[in-house]
């Protein structure tokens, strides 16, 4: 079975952070929070939560540390801590870009076992006072697993994951990084334009606004610099982008025309309510690093990462779940294509 | 004071009209409605209204017909029920684009009093079943007051909707659909593009698609015909996507040269923040259709129509709501030009 952990570090208590912390407290798990931001630790203090006064103390006795700060702090964060943490010690964190937070930590952590990790959880809203232990509850949790990512340490941040209810989701830095810039990037940027432009009309406009300008632009109340953390440095969201626009181009040159934005509409409709009807089914996974991330590849994640029973000292085994019809969207994106849109 | 009515016509039971036949029965008004489509009809006499049996039989001792019909069903609705409907019948619509509507109305039944009307109030559902008497509480309510418009007509209406707890806006059909390309139409052709391009990335995406992707493509769930009669044919639809697709381009380019998404997200941010904040104050306005329409540009909303009081005569006084900082997101618009997103 993979190891439990004895003391856990959370460095950062903003929403993600704050969120780990009371979910991991709640479960009875022992854990030291640290911000170096008065306004997130006082808060974390006055919700009763005892923390460390620096970093390295935070994370001194850890055999798991959670990097829960924004991206811009990582690197400050990481030389830190670099002295206290020990050799072996389980690192993992909660940003939403993979990439950039695997070669900062490779360099400074080089004795960590490090395991990039991004809950797919999250509001508009952000610190410790919008914080949930709720929060990663049937959330989809990308966990990367690179070749030369510990299993053991992977294995064991499932388990932990799975505890606080979220779907633990095997990938790598750079096929999660892809398919983020079209499910997190892309809505940030569409809802900024759309929180721009479509107010660009005069006071009637604003008045006369209300739902689908409301739920379009919800994510654009996000603060700005948090928004430019999940988007800037990813080049798979300028393609994501590119098909984007190609869309949009498409079917404002056929409304100029004078004919009609059925083709988007009719696709978009599609794509939107066969994605809310996907199906899963239950499968047994042997822990192999290969295996687990085609799984991942293919929709799945992981729900229970079994204990080996009884004196038989049988290989490890996960349960998860994959879609059952992988690849159902595939003709929408070709009628895409045909009608000249992507 | 503005007329009351005897006999009010709903005609089209989907969302809109059959909100309506609800919240103006339980308001105690005499209604009769109409649908040609039986799933709407028996559902709207399985909720226990007693429907007419032809749009000509609805609306013949009506003096209020509300057309709530989608907008390729109007010619022909129009067709039937104008040799029954009585001259100086007030009749009004819920559609979105007002300059189709008013062209048709006016050469089909050119006795009638007619003023367009678009309550803001919907969701992604449609149909009988997913009609509220509720729906328009607090919704703005778009309605026409053209150069020909009765002005006692629309006065009865403004009455009649703020009954429904709606706030009627004084507008022109031009002004409206104008508004409305950016509010309405650019929302969802947004919303289209997310649910179809933030898709074509593969499985993994699929189902690490979490919030920002469910909100932004939440009005793809639309059937789109509906869609399309709500964006095809106005032209300022263009004019709002030439904004967006500006933005989104400048900003596509600012990543792929390695800069940030950063002026894009302050200024959707700020633009979003400062509208969920705009404040408003009393004013009280003359019932004069210049003035009504000037208040609907600058924002404002009908709140009440004063009876007169007491033997004076007194000329009829309408209450209102006004933004008491119009204009203050002009500086957010002039940045976007100045880093060359519009």
């Not at 929070?33 to 808060?43: K, L, V």
């Not at 490779?106 to 914080?131: D, I």
């Not at 721009?196 to 919800?218: D, N």
Request: glycine share 12%.
């Amino acid at each position: 079975m993979p190891q439990t952990f004895t003391r856990i570090a959370v460095l950062g208590l903003g929403l993600i952070g704050g969120s780990v912390l009371q979910a991991l407290t709640r479960g009875g798990y022992p854990v030291t929070g640290f911000d170096p931001d008065p306004a997130e630790s006082g808060a974390a203090r006055g919700a009763g939560y005892d923390l460390a006064r620096t970093p390295a103390e935070a994370v001194a006795e850890a055999d798991l540390v959670v990097l829960a700060m924004p991206l811009p702090q990582l690197g400050e964060s990481l030389a830190a801590i670099a002295p206290t943490v020990r050799p072996g010690t389980i690192v993992t964190d909660v940003g939403t870009l993979k990439v950039p937070v695997l070669a900062g930590v490779r360099s400074t952590l080089p004795g960590a076992r490090f395991v990039g990790g991004h809950p797919l959880a999250g509001t508009e809203q952000s610190g410790f006072l919008a914080s949930d232990p709720m929060l990663f509850r049937d959330a989809p949790w990308a966990l990367a697993l690179e070749d030369d990512t510990d299993l053991e340490a992977w294995l064991a941040l499932a388990v932990l994951w799975c505890d606080l209810g979220a779907k633990p989701v095997p990938t790598t830095a750079e096929e999660q990084d892809a398919a983020i810039a079209r499910v997190i990037g892309l809505p940030h940027v569409l809802a900024e334009a759309l929180a721009l432009t479509g107010l660009h009309g005069g006071e009637l406009g604003l008045s006369l606004a209300a739902g689908s300008y409301m739920s379009g632009s919800r994510v654009a109340r996000t603060r700005p610099d948090l928004v430019a953390t999940w988007c800037d440095g990813n080049p798979a969201l300028v393609a994501a982008l590119d098909d984007a626009i190609a869309w949009l181009q498409s079917s404002r040159d056929s409304l100029a025309a004078g004919r009609s934005i059925m083709p988007l509409a009719r696709a978009g409709h599609r794509a939107r309510i066969e994605w809310e009807h996907r199906a899963f089914a239950p499968v047994d996974l042997p822990a192999d690093a290969a295996t687990l991330r085609e799984h991942g590849r293919c929709g799945g994640w992981i729900t229970a990462v079994l204990e080996p029973n009884g004196p038989t000292r049988a290989p490890l085994r996960l349960l998860g779940m994959r879609p059952i019809q992988a690849g159902a969207l595939d003709d929408v994106f070709a009628t895409g294509a045909a009608v000249g849109g992507v």
